[in-house]
């Protein structure tokens, strides 16, 4: 048995407000959505080996009724790793809230840390050379 691909599915309160944030923002392309146009309920996501889908709460809790309740963000974070987070961090840092500036761990990275649309918790990373 192995595991091919993880790909995080992200419950979102208003789907044009996510599509800017990692669209025009963050760099990612649209490879499909439900439905083919706007409004969508449904999309999935990707920039170059980092893909993620954004669903509309109306939608999810059709699937998941458990999700109804459930606020955006919860207790998720994702940590993406690229190769250089200078360059994106000088591209967003006049256009967003950071919730941690760039900084430089003990564990070798240099990362930084912001909050999406909905309240998810995004922290980008590479490591010190």
Not at 99 to 108: A, K, M, P, V
Not at 113 to 118: A, C, K
Request: aromatic share 10%.
């Amino acid at each position: 048995m192995q595991f091919q691909s993880l790909t995080p599915n992200l419950m979102v309160e208003d789907m044009t407000a996510s599509l800017h944030f990692y669209r025009e923002l963050l760099g990612f392309q649209m490879l499909m959505s439900v439905p083919e146009n706007p409004p969508f309920q449904w999309v999935m996501l990707q920039k170059e080996q980092a893909a993620l889908m954004l669903q509309s709460r109306e939608s999810i809790s059709e699937e998941l009724p458990q999700f109804r309740k459930l606020p955006c963000g919860a207790s998720l974070t994702l940590f993406i790793k690229m190769d250089d987070v200078g360059d994106l961090y000088q591209s967003l840092k006049e256009q967003i809230a950071l919730i941690r500036d760039l900084q430089e761990t003990f564990y070798g990275m240099c990362e930084f840390t912001v909050e999406d649309p909905n309240g998810y918790i995004l922290t980008f990373a590479s490591e010190i050379k």
